[in-house]
């Protein structure tokens, strides 16, 4: 199947640094993006959605100058955490679609980015 | 919102079929039913997904009531490597909401 891929695995950083995230579509073009985190034994939380050429649409509740979305080519979505502090700390995933965001066809789910501020 | 409800755990004995429920009683004509599942501290995997018809491929069988409130995913012969967390899914707006999933844990 299609394949999408997260740089870097994991990350450790200290506290008040920027960090950044890679998601790339390897096999096909992904007009939208979304972009998850996952707190330990908990489910993924959806943080954002991100469309090639246009500003993403953050879900409730997540700050979009905290957490700065850029999908400047329709294989590169890059997730910024800016200023991280330990509550940051978390496994944040992307997932890709072919094509514009509908409620058919299947949505590919990198591996993860594990985040861990100190 | 188009929740879903999954019951927390379950077991199965490895060979067996392992039938994971989910009820999605306010699921609109529109709304596709997805699984997925997720091993430890990796990114969820698609398993499969379906409107209305069942659907079955190499990895699974999804069997969804005529009413579409209910839908059942069918594996049909469950190994230990099957041990994970089956989300199930119903898509809004182009995008996955994950509830909390059923851990299903395959033993021999």
């Known amino acids: 199947g299609a394949v999408v891929s997260q740089h870097p695995s994991w990350v450790i950083c200290k506290s008040g640094t920027s960090v950044k995230i890679e998601c790339r579509s390897l096999?096909?073009?992904?007009?939208?993006m979304f972009w998850y985190r996952q707190f330990p034994k908990q489910s993924l939380m959806l943080m954002a959605t991100s469309n090639e050429g246009s500003k993403a649409t953050y879900e409730q509740g997540v700050e979009k100058d905290k957490f700065l979305i850029n999908h400047a080519s329709l294989t590169l979505s890059t997730l910024t955490v800016t200023s991280a502090h330990p509550e940051d700390s978390s496994f944040y995933i992307c997932?890709?679609?072919?094509?514009?965001?509908?409620?058919?066809?299947?949505?590919?789910f990198g591996e993860g980015s594990r985040l861990t501020v100190l | 919102d188009a929740k879903t409800t999954q019951p927390p755990s379950m077991d199965c004995a490895e060979g067996r079929a392992a039938n994971l429920p989910c009820n999605h009683s306010t699921i609109s004509g529109n709304e596709y039913v997805y699984w997925y599942r997720q091993i430890h501290s990796q990114g969820p995997q698609y398993i499969i997904h379906g409107l209305k018809n069942n659907e079955t491929n190499e990895m699974a069988s999804l069997i969804i009531t005529e009413d579409r409130k209910s839908s059942t995913l069918i594996l049909p012969h469950a190994t230990l490597r099957d041990t994970a967390v089956y989300y199930c899914?119903?898509?809004?707006?182009?995008?996955?909401?994950f509830g909390q999933g059923t851990i299903l844990t395959v033993h021999p």
């Open positions: 997932s890709a679609t072919p094509g514009l965001a509908a409620n058919t066809g299947e949505l590919f």
């Open positions: 096999d096909f073009q992904a007009t939208t």
């Open positions: 899914i119903v898509r809004r707006w182009g995008k996955l909401t």
